[in-house]
C-alpha cells in the first residue's frame, strides 16, 4: 500500500512539474502560412507540451500591432520589408532572425474556369482580364498586393487593370473572393491557390516582375517566453519543412 502512495505522489509531482513548465507561445504569422502552421503549431504542442497561439492578418497589420505593444512572442512576415522595420525600431530579436520560406506570385480564377495564359506575355493577361475584376491584397501595404502590383507595373499593365483592383486586408480574403466566385480573377501566392480546391491557377507570375517572395520569422524582442525560441527552431526541422513544401511553400538555401 505504501509503495503504491509513493508511486502515485510521484506521478502526481510528475505532472505538476510538467505542467509548470508548459509555456503558451503567442505567434503573430502572415495570413498565408494559416493552413501550413496550423499544422506545424498542433505538432510542436503535441512534442513539447506547450501551446501555441497562432494570429494570422496582413504583415503590416501585424507589424504595427507589434509596434503598438501587442503580446507577441514570434513574427512570421510575407516580406523582408515589415521585418526591416522592426528590427530598425528594436521591436525583434535580430540574432533570432531569419528567413524561413520563399514562395511563387500567381494568378487564379473559380475553379472550372478554361483560363490559361501566359503571364511573361502582357497581351495575352491584358486580353483575359479585360475589364473584369481582380482581387489583390492591399497594394501598398499587404506583401502579397505589393508584390502583384509590382508584377502588373513590371508587364506595363497596372495602369489598365488598377481601377478594376478590389482591395482587400490580406492574401486570404483576396483567395476568398475569388473562391466564392465574387470575383473572377485574383492575384495571390502559389499557396494560397494550393489551400483551396474551389480555385484553378491559371499561371504563375515571372519571377524577375516582382521583389523575391521571402518570409523572415524572429523572435519579438519584448517576449518573456523561452520556449518562443524553441518555436522558432522547429519551424525549421525537416519534418517542419516536409509540411511546409507540401502546402506549396519553398525552403530558402540557409547557412550550415
Same mark, same amino acid.
Given at each position: ?8 505522489? #510521484? ?10 513548465? #508548459?509555456?503558451?507561445?503567442? %505567434? ?16 510542436? /504542442? ?21 509596434? $503598438? ?16 522595420? $522592426? ?5 525583434? /530579436?535580430?540574432?533570432? +532572425?531569419? /528567413? *524561413? ?15 490559361? %495564359? ?6 495575352? $493577361? ?6 473584369? *475584376? ?15 502590383? #509590382? ?9 489598365? %487593370? ?14 476568398? $473572393? ?22 484553378? *491557377?491559371?499561371? #504563375?507570375?515571372?519571377? /524577375? ?9 524572429? +523572435? ?21 519543412? +516536409? ?14
Amino acid at each position: 500500500m505504501l509503495a503504491r502512495f509513493i508511486t502515485l505522489i #510521484a506521478a502526481v509531482l510528475a505532472f505538476v512539474a510538467s505542467t509548470a513548465q #508548459a509555456e503558451r507561445i503567442t %505567434v503573430f504569422a502572415a495570413s498565408s502560412l494559416k493552413n501550413a502552421l496550423e499544422e506545424i503549431a498542433a505538432e510542436f /504542442d503535441a512534442d513539447t507540451g506547450h501551446k501555441t497561439l497562432l494570429s494570422f492578418a496582413g504583415s503590416s497589420a501585424l507589424a504595427r500591432q507589434i509596434q $503598438l505593444g501587442a503580446p507577441a512572442d514570434v513574427f512570421i512576415s510575407a516580406s523582408p520589408d515589415w521585418m526591416d522595420l $522592426l528590427e530598425q525600431g528594436g521591436e525583434i /530579436d535580430a540574432a533570432s +532572425r531569419f /528567413d *524561413l520560406l520563399e514562395n511563387d506570385l500567381v494568378l487564379i480564377a473559380p475553379a472550372g474556369t478554361p483560363a490559361e %495564359v501566359d503571364l511573361q506575355n502582357p497581351a495575352e $493577361l491584358e486580353q483575359l482580364i479585360g475589364d473584369t *475584376l481582380l482581387s489583390m491584397a492591399l497594394v501598398e501595404a499587404v506583401p502579397a498586393g505589393i508584390y502583384g502590383k #509590382a508584377a502588373l507595373v513590371s508587364l506595363g499593365l497596372w495602369d489598365r %487593370v488598377a481601377p478594376n483592383v478590389v482591395q482587400t486586408s490580406n492574401v486570404r480574403a483576396a483567395l476568398a $473572393l475569388v473562391s466564392l466566385g465574387e470575383v473572377p480573377f485574383g492575384i495571390v501566392y502559389a499557396s494560397d491557390a494550393l489551400a483551396d480546391s474551389r480555385v484553378t *491557377l491559371v499561371g #504563375a507570375f515571372p519571377t /524577375d516582375t516582382h521583389p523575391d517572395i521571402v518570409y523572415p520569422a524572429a +523572435r519579438v524582442q519584448s517576449s518573456k517566453v523561452p520556449a518562443a525560441q524553441d518555436f522558432l527552431n522547429y519551424l525549421a526541422t525537416p519534418d517542419s519543412e +516536409r509540411i511546409f513544401e507540401n502546402h506549396g511553400f519553398q525552403i530558402p538555401q540557409r547557412p550550415q
